[in-house]
T-cell receptor
């Protein structure tokens, strides 16, 4: 069974600074997807960024980028130029390419200080 | 708004009562997922449907839990004889599976928060 571990329960960053959230996972599969989701307080979860395991190039979406290390089974999220609206719980998730379900980590609460 | 909707948003019940939640997926999304999220943890997979067929159930889904998607559109999740440990946020998500290897994004609803007293 796949597992996803987020070792940082809480992180904080100064507005306009950069922060990196960590995620490690365990799997015996070679082809899969990895995701970072954002869940603001009392609001629904939205997809921030995804990475396909067969792609070596790290995914980037505006201020959000990932550092995907397949051999190390590491998948970190970097948020550049942090904004107050980035404050939320961030979840790392894994999904097999032939499965419907996603496996989530326990999340990292990000606080952005003005 | 054409996103995933869930009703009710909040439900308070007494231990031993039955509760039912409803999820309306995004139109034309043939896959529908249920997850459970307890405080301080990430969502845990419960079950998912492709059209009206229930393709996978987690071991978390005890005999007291049942999910249906009768016409391949909306879905209901029923919990019988609720226990205090059932208190959680129940999330629904939907996606469009194109029937071939490829990525399909799961869109999440706002969730139903269940409190069992």
């Amino acid at each position: 069974a796949q597992t996803v571990t987020q070792s940082q329960p809480e992180m904080s960053v100064q507005e306009a600074e950069t922060v990196t959230l960590s995620c490690t996972y365990d799997t015996s599969e070679s082809d899969y997807y990895l995701f970072w989701y954002k869940q603001p307080p009392s609001r629904q979860m939205i997809l921030v960024i995804r990475q396909e395991a067969y792609k070596q190039q790290n995914a980037t979406e505006n201020r959000f980028s990932v550092n995907f290390q397949k051999a190390a089974k590491s998948f970190s999220l970097k948020i550049s130029d942090s904004q107050l609206g980035d404050a939320a719980m961030y979840f790392c998730a894994y999904r097999s390419t032939n499965a419907g379900k996603s496996t989530f980590g326990d999340g990292t609460t990000l606080t952005v200080k003005p | 708004d054409t996103g995933v909707s869930q009703n009710p948003r909040h439900k308070i019940t007494k231990r031993g009562q039955n509760v039912t939640f409803r999820c309306d997926p995004i139109s034309e999304h043939n896959r529908l997922y249920w997850y459970r999220q307890t405080l301080g943890q990430g969502p845990e997979f419960l079950t998912y449907f492709q059209n009206e067929a229930q393709l996978e159930k987690s071991r978390l889904l005890s005999d007291r839990f049942s999910a249906e998607r009768p016409k391949g559109s909306f879905s209901t999740l029923e919990i019988q004889r609720t226990e205090q440990g059932d208190s959680a946020m129940y999330l629904c998500a939907s996606s469009r599976d194109r029937g071939q290897r490829g990525y399909n994004e799961q869109f999440f609803g706002p969730g139903t928060r269940l409190t069992v007293l």
